[in-house]
């Protein structure tokens, strides 16, 4: 039986039974697969059991922490990271192994994600090519900061380098879920805010959501992406508006009795 390339890849999931079994499957091509979990009640564990994948529980503290796990949980020389919401394609798949099978590669390396909201491919308003952390690394060349709620930092030593070969996002199903989303990452950041002092104002967080809109809409050119450029705009403007107004009103609670 042919041997599968040295590549392990994590997927950090929670209750995610609508998306997990595409993820899955499509890194079945991998030499190891590892389920972070985060206590799942939905059918998420029985898909994964389905896939034969590894399933490693780990309570949901921070973001940052749960991909920390994921390169402890996991064998291979080189650590493939996937979000549930994503789908490595063929294309990506193909270039990965490329990049593994050479010796003269890179530390870690950009993905870049093509994302599609309300049924269609996304091209402009800062959605492609939407790089996140390093998603393909070798192992012991890459660490997460483990103090992070969201949008966890990130450190490579060694070179970063950036693939050609788009993985697929959906980050949303329905924009219901976009708000949830929106209003949950608003909230885990704010400590994140605090702990680097950001100043807070209501005037300034409005100037801020006024200019994230513009950037996106106008500067990146989110309108020729129709109707699902203007609601990223949107979301851009709501989610820096709440962020920062999430800051003052935790600043303004009155201190908790000792």
Known sequence: ???????SVFILSRNEEQKIGPALESVSWAAEVVLIDSSSTDRTLEIAAKHGVRVVQAPFTKFGELRQAGIAHTTQPWIFSLDSDERCTPEARDEILRIVADPRSADAYLVPRQNYLLGRKIRHGGWYPDYRQPQLFRRGKMSY????????????????????????QIPYRTLAEAIGKMNRYTSLGVARQEREAASSGYAKALFRAKWAFFK????????LD????LVIAMLRFENS????????????QPPSES
């Open 216 to 223: 996106s809409y106008v500067l990146q050119l989110g309108f």
């Open 1 to 7: 039986m042919e041997s599968k390339p040295p590549v």
């Open 145 to 168: 900061a483990a103090q992070d709620d969201v949008h966890e930092g990130w450190e490579v030593h060694g070179k970063v380098g950036k693939m050609d070969s788009p993985i697929v």
């Open 241 to 252: 508006f709440y962020k920062r107004a999430k800051l003052i009103e935790h600043r303004l």
């Open 226 to 229: 129709g109707g699902p450029g």
